[in-house]
């Protein structure tokens, strides 16, 4: 499973959201952002980021830290976003996935204040 977790940083550190979601996602993944669903599907997962990554010109992702206990990871990441308007996005981000074997089966997002 690590090197799935380790693949999912490096795909995740080179703004390969979309294709990351498409090969680590369970088809019936539950994501979770801040304690609210944002999907109950690898698809509407996908759709819903697919809209929000197209608006993005450069990606700027940085592993800060990584635990992993059996089938539990938590990975925080820093994040620095150009959209098209130039507009410049920073934060961090606490990723909670709960694996099934090469699948993430449920993952929480928070965002974690600076």
């Known amino acids: 499973m690590e090197e799935c977790i380790d693949d999912f940083i490096a795909m995740n550190e080179s703004g390969l959201v979309l ?15 801040n304690g609210t669903v944002f999907a109950e599907s ?3 997962a996908y759709d819903k980021q697919k809209g929000f990554v197209e608006t993005v010109t450069t990606f700027e992702v940085k592993l800060v830290s990584k635990v992993i206990k ?3 990871s938590e990975l925080i990441f820093d994040y620095k976003m150009t959209g098209q308007d130039g507009n410049i996005t920073a934060f961090t981000g606490k990723h909670i996935q709960i694996w099934k074997g090469k699948k993430i089966i449920k993952e929480e997002y928070l965002s974690i204040e600076g």
Not at 23 to 33: G, I
Request: with cysteine; proline share 0%.
């Open 19 to 33: 294709e990351l979601c498409e090969k680590y996602y369970d088809e019936n993944v539950l994501m979770l952002n």
């Open 42 to 44: 690898m698809r509407e």
């Open 70 to 72: 059996d089938d539990y």
